[in-house]
């Protein structure tokens, strides 16, 4: 009997409907997802919290879905990236919940894992019950049986140019994303710069990406809330998980972590951040649900919110510091060497090797050294590249704010000034709107500037975060202006936006994307300061060299700690900068 050829497809959508390109998506991952799963034991049952669903629906022949519990506390930056390789596995037929098409498909499993990445998507609370993530099944067999090669390569010669693009890219993100689970960036579940803790604070306080305009949004946000306590748990166990394994942060960040936790703490329980939405309750709250959400509030803050926080502080103070490492690098961990390189992988999109890296840092310190030097004769400055550094640093001239409002508004005026230019170098605008804030105090001695995206339909603002501790000392030759391009416009909040409001992307590419293009686009729009019209003050412009010497720095010091790893794209800054 002759073999039937199967129809012609041209979307993507439609090869995944006709059923080929998932079920050859599913044989390329099952058998490296099944050794990892099974015979490495890595994805373990622990405490469930309500922010990252534990059940995953994974394709089994023949047979229902079957239910997998996975940790619960793999940093949210890893999150979004990390269990994306499960997403390739997903039975369509298995969950009633998912939806038929293959954007829709990725995206909904992804705000089915991470619930904080369905916030900042969706401008909603996640549904606060658990078990409507579950889909019950059998328990799952350690062989998976093996599907024919030939017919996925007949049907990608089917695709078109830019369906062939989204799947080389989601098979490339399902291969790097697979690896990573050798290794063990569980056991560190946060640290000074990221992580839950953090994060709960800018969702809990009223003025971030935690919806708070209806009754049930306060009633989903207790909800929710409520579940901090089992992370907080179960990040001290893979907290001494990390210590029984040598998995540990270094000292010099542990220090900082300590007063971040804290920070939280309040004596009166309505001084605490996580009050503030009971201080913004909307027009049209009724006296009674305004009662009851107060008495919700303080109840949480006080039996939940604050313990978790001391807890938390507690551990690092009294346990945890005492067995962090004293190194910094990446190679003092346990298999660091070969993440460092996975690493590199990972976030470059190239197999170069360290010490490439290394002498491409060398050959840009070198380069912008000499722009540099010609800055500081142009000015006709006495001494050394050093000594101008310091009088940079140091002179009362680069110093003149006296509050933070002051700050905020010398960024505004940055904007204003670029804007006529920009409207001549951009036809395509996002339609996010854009906001410029402080940094809230309980991060910002460890925070950087940094950019949060907006809501793609445009009804919730990207912020661009500035970090305020005093502003008699903040200094105006730190590179405000090439910072602002970055961060801001036109660099993470046009990029970041306009591609999520760009509905003919698949949605794991609106809202997905590679830290090699992000940052390379937002270093890209460093350059253009003078065609915007602005580094006419050589002192702005010996500041936006000293950024991007400071890129250069990281290639040369082998970015000492970790690569970039963040949420909503925060940024470490050297104290190398100069």
């Not at 993507?12 to 991952?29: P, R």
Request: one cysteine or more; hydrophobic letters at 35%.
């Amino acid at each position: 009997m002759p073999v039937k050829t199967p129809p012609a497809v041209t979307t993507f959508q439609e090869t995944v409907a006709s059923g080929n390109i998932l079920n050859k998506m599913v044989n390329q991952v099952d058998t490296m997802m099944t050794e990892m799963m099974f015979l490495k034991r890595r994805l373990t049952k622990v405490t469930v919290s309500e922010f990252i669903a534990p059940v995953y629906c994974l394709r089994k022949t023949s047979n229902p879905s079957i239910s997998i519990p996975l940790i619960n506390n793999i940093p949210a930056s890893r999150m979004m990236i990390s269990d994306t390789a499960l997403f390739s596995i997903l039975n369509l037929n298995g969950c009633p919940e998912a939806p038929r098409t293959f954007q829709s498909w990725l995206i909904e499993s992804l705000i089915t894992l991470n619930k904080v990445v369905a916030t900042n998507i969706r401008k909603t609370n996640p549904p606060a019950t658990r078990n409507q993530f579950f889909c019950k099944g059998s328990k799952p067999k350690k062989s998976v049986p093996n599907l024919s090669r030939t017919s996925l390569v007949e049907h990608l010669g089917k695709l078109n140019n830019k369906d062939k693009l989204s799947y080389d890219d989601f098979k490339r993100e399902m291969q790097v994303n697979l690896e990573a689970f050798k290794f063990h960036e569980n056991y560190i579940p946060f640290q000074q710069f990221w992580g839950m803790p953090l994060t709960m604070g800018q969702l809990g306080s009223g003025t971030g990406i935690q919806p708070f305009k209806t009754v049930k949004d306060y009633d989903d946000w207790l909800s929710r809330a409520a579940r901090f306590a089992d992370w907080a748990d179960s990040s001290i166990v893979y907290f001494k998980k990390g210590i029984a394994a040598n998995y540990l942060l270094p000292k010099a960040l542990v220090v900082k972590m300590i007063p971040e936790m804290e920070a939280m703490l309040v004596r009166n329980d309505t001084a605490s951040l996580f009050y503030g939405p009971v201080k913004t309750f909307p027009a049209g709250f009724s006296d009674a649900d305004k009662k009851r959400l107060t008495t919700a509030f303080t109840d949480l803050i006080h039996d939940k919110i604050l313990p978790s926080y001391k807890k938390l502080g507690d551990f690092l103070k009294h346990e945890y510091l005492q067995h962090a490492r004293g190194t910094s690098g990446i190679s003092a961990l346990p298999g660091g060497k070969e993440y460092y390189q996975y690493l590199i992988r990972s976030q470059t999109t190239t197999n170069k090797t360290p010490e490439e890296i290394y002498q491409t840092g060398l050959n840009e310190v070198a380069r912008i050294g000499r722009l540099q030097d010609s800055v500081k004769n142009a000015v006709a400055f006495k001494g050394d590249l050093g000594a101008f550094f310091e009088f940079m640093k140091t002179g009362k001239q680069f110093m003149p704010f006296k509050s933070a409002a002051e700050v905020l508004a010398a960024f505004e005026k940055i904007h204003r000034t670029i804007e006529p230019n920009l409207q001549k170098m951009f036809n395509h605008v996002p339609k996010t709107p854009f906001e410029i804030r402080q940094t809230e105090a309980y991060r910002a001695a460890s925070a950087s500037a940094e950019y949060n995206q907006g809501s793609p339909d445009g009804s919730r603002p990207g912020i661009f975060y500035v970090p305020i501790l005093d502003a008699s000392t903040f200094n105006s030759t730190s590179g405000m202006e090439s910072l602002f391009l970055h961060e801001a416009i036109p660099g993470h909040h046009y990029q970041i936006s306009l591609q999520q409001e760009d509905s003919t992307l698949p949605k794991f590419r609106r809202f997905g994307g590679n830290n090699a293009y992000i940052e390379g686009w937002a270093l890209y729009c460093e350059s253009l300061g003078k065609e915007l019209g602005l580094y006419t003050d050589p002192y702005q412009y010996m500041a936006a060299l000293g950024d991007e010497i400071h890129r250069a720095i990281r290639q040369w010091q082998l970015y000492v700690y970790f690569f970039e790893k963040r949420q909503g794209h925060a940024k470490t800054k050297s104290a190398a900068r100069r």
